[in-house]
């Protein structure tokens, strides 16, 4: 289970996120980026952030800490935006905390040099949820002390919108080519290998295990929660072992235009025979094209 704390103070709200979250103090003197169950996405974007933000983590990769938060709205009553004040009305109870990261940036793709690896690793990662919200033009990751670091998941496997289609949904391949790692040569060979014995079917029950059981509740074709949670684990398990065959990375075409700029790709594609140095020169350009560093 997801460690429980109390929001103590309303802090701001982040306008960037379509969701509205908020950052918020809580009782553990944490703080934290909160995301609200009253929002007009709903709670199964919660229960998103919770399976594969912890999923991510389990697997290796930086995703911050989640944490439950329960709200008492009247700590939002100074807040003079009243969209902002109806969102915490409608949204009094457990809601979800992330770790706030104190002095990051936005990930930068000219700024921020990835490795092949890594690359390959939030690639197949991606892949394996479906993450349709990583792109060149909404990267969602941040660059604190010198790492990148995943967020916002909330857009991932889009089959549980639909349970009936669920297993059909979660067999089609995954298009990275506009993927903010895209252009760095992502290894997902290497980064299948690795990662892909490690999804069991005990690690997901475990992952599942941690969404609250007022987030499942309702479900329709669901009698209890544990059977919900069943039904996340099954595409998944099914989806880790071969994913790494479906993913496409390709070229532009007339019907689909929108892969990463040519002045993204063109400064930072290693060429298909680049040493380490190339790709040293090339993050050194970028690097003095935003006129500082990390």
């Known amino acids: 289970m997801l460690t429980e704390v109390t929001a103590t103070r309303y802090v701001t709200p982040l306008r960037e996120g379509g969701s509205l979250p908020g950052i918020v103090e809580a009782d553990d003197l944490g703080t934290y980026v909160m995301k609200f169950t009253g929002a007009g996405q709903g709670r199964k974007t919660l229960v998103a952030e919770v399976v594969c933000g912890e999923l991510g983590r389990r697997l290796g990769l930086r995703v911050p800490e989640l944490v ?46 990835v490795g092949a ?15 349709v919200d990583r792109s060149w033009r909404n990267p969602n990751m941040l660059v604190w002390h ?22 059909a949904s979660a067999a089609k391949p995954y298009n990275a080519s506009d993927h903010v ?8 060979a290497t980064a299948a290998a690795e990662l892909a014995p490690l999804v069991t079917e005990e690690l997901l029950t475990e992952v599942t295990a941690a969404v609250p059981d007022e987030w499942l509740a309702g479900e329709p074709g669901f009698e209890t929660a544990d059977q919900l949670r069943r039904a996340y684990v099954e595409p998944l398990l099914a989806r880790a072992g071969s994913i790494h065959e479906r993913i496409v ?39 003095d094209s935003k006129g500082g560093g990390r």
């Open 146 to 167: 010198g790492d990148p670091w995943l967020i916002d998941h909330g857009a991932t496997m889009i089959w549980h919108h639909n349970w009936p289609g669920a297993q």
């Open 117 to 131: 690896a890594e690359a390959g690793r939030v690639v197949w990662f991606d892949a394996l949820i479906n993450n």
């Open 68 to 113: 439950t938060i329960q709200l008492d709205p009247v700590i939002g009553l100074a807040e003079p935006d009243q969209e902002v004040q109806e969102l915490l009305k409608a949204s009094a109870g457990l809601n979800l905390g992330m770790d706030y990261l104190p002095g990051s940036l936005g990930f930068d793709p000219l700024a921020y040099e």
């Open 249 to 287: 990375l390709e070229a532009p075409t007339k019907t689909r235009p929108s892969q990463a700029p040519g002045w993204l790709t063109g400064r930072l594609s290693p060429r298909p025979n680049s040493t380490e140095k190339d790709r040293d020169v090339q993050a050194g350009a970028a690097h």
């Open 181 to 188: 790692l895209a252009p760095f040569g992502p290894d997902i």
